[in-house]
T-cell receptor
């Protein structure tokens, strides 16, 4: 079974600071990888996903993530955060084939202060 | 884009009563629905997977007689928490997927259940 570990529970940054949120997964086979964001009071929204190909994935709102297979990692980055990026961020994984459910990490709360 | 409408967004009920949560796919056919539960400051934990027209598959430790899932149509799935107790208080989220995965995983906005 898959599992996902997000190292940071709560990250506080000033506006314009760079962001990197860690995500490691555990699974022996090929996986699909996702990052979701949940703004206060809203539903989960997909930021980006990796299925195959270029391990550096660019998503919406200036976010990107890099898949490093040897490290089982899929860290999320943004060069300069904004106050509006304040939200909960979830890393998720599912097995590559089939209609399988997503397995989520515990989430990282990002607070961006002016 | 694909949208899943989840209702109610929050509900308070008395212990021993039942509560029904609905998830509707508005512009696509949700052949598969995943139901998750999220405790404060914890991850989304998969409760069950349902395919349209079939019985739901429950994860280990989830009581199927307590959490009744119906997925009778391609646009509607329901989760009924029967004889709710305070320990059932949680945040419940549905996630729909169409047959080909074209729309990916589309999430509802969640339901905050409080049992008093």
């Amino acid at each position: 079974a898959q599992s996902v570990s997000q190292h940071n529970h709560h990250v506080i940054l000033s506006e314009a600071a760079s962001l990197e949120l860690g995500c490691n997964y555990s699974y022996g086979g090929t996986v699909n990888l996702f990052w979701y964001v949940q703004y206060p009071g809203q539903h989960l929204q997909l930021l980006l996903k990796y299925f195959s190909g270029d391990p550096l994935v660019k998503g919406i709102k200036g976010f990107e993530a890099e898949f490093i297979k040897s490290k089982f990692s899929f860290n999320l980055r943004k060069p300069s955060v904004q106050w509006s990026d304040t939200a909960e961020y979830f890393c998720a994984v599912n097995a590559w084939s089939g209609n399988t459910p997503l397995v989520f990490g515990k989430g990282t709360r990002l607070s961006v202060i002016a | 884009g694909a949208v899943v409408s989840q209702h109610p967004s929050w509900v308070i009920c008395k212990s021993g009563t039942s509560v029904k949560i609905e998830c509707r796919s508005l512009d696509f056919q949700a052949t598969t629905m995943f139901w998750y539960r999220q405790f404060p400051k914890q991850s989304l934990m998969l409760m069950a997977t349902s395919n349209e027209g079939s019985k739901a598959t429950y994860e280990q430790g989830v009581e199927k007689d307590k959490f009744l899932i119906n997925h009778a149509s391609l646009t509607l799935s329901t989760l009924t928490v029967t004889s709710a107790h305070p320990e059932d208080s949680s945040f419940y989220i549905c996630s729909a997927r169409d047959k080909g995965g074209f729309y990916g995983y589309t999430f509802g906005s969640g339901t905050r259940l409080t049992v008093v």
